[in-house]
């Protein structure tokens, strides 16, 4: 069963910048490699959102919301992906998470937390 792991997250002020991590662990590369994957957050009192997702041959797509100051990437071999956030605004703060787009059969991971807050 592949376990989807996110880290990274913590509390920043507006305008600062975080890393996001996520790796699949159990995942068999041949399966993972071809998939598109996605970050996808979730806010208090909201559903569930996809804010950048990345095909296996590395096109991106991105939420307006976050256009211009988000960037996902992907590192197959590790199979894992990233989220940078930089000009993060208090409307960032959610629960962060990674999985398939769309999603398959694997379970969610338990996010990470991004608080914006000054």
């Known amino acids: 069963q592949v376990q989807l792991e996110e880290s990274g997250g913590g509390l920043v002020q507006p305008g600062g910048s975080l890393r996001l991590s996520c790796v699949a662990r159990?995942?068999?590369?041949?399966?993972?490699?071809?998939?598109?994957m996605g970050w996808y957050r979730q806010a208090p009192g909201k559903e569930r959102e996809l804010v950048a997702s990345?095909?296996?041959?590395?096109?991106?797509n991105y939420a307006d919301s976050v256009k211009g100051r988000f960037t996902i990437s992907r590192n197959n071999s590790q199979k894992k992906v990233y989220l940078q956030m930089n000009s993060l605004k208090p409307e960032d703060t959610a629960l962060y998470y990674c999985?398939?787009?769309?999603?398959?059969?694997?379970?969610w991971g338990r996010g990470t937390q991004v608080t914006v807050s000054s």
């Open positions: 999985n398939t787009v769309p999603v398959n059969n694997w379970s």
């Open positions: 159990r995942a068999i590369f041949s399966v993972y490699a071809p998939l598109d």
């Open positions: 990345i095909s296996s041959g590395g096109t991106t």
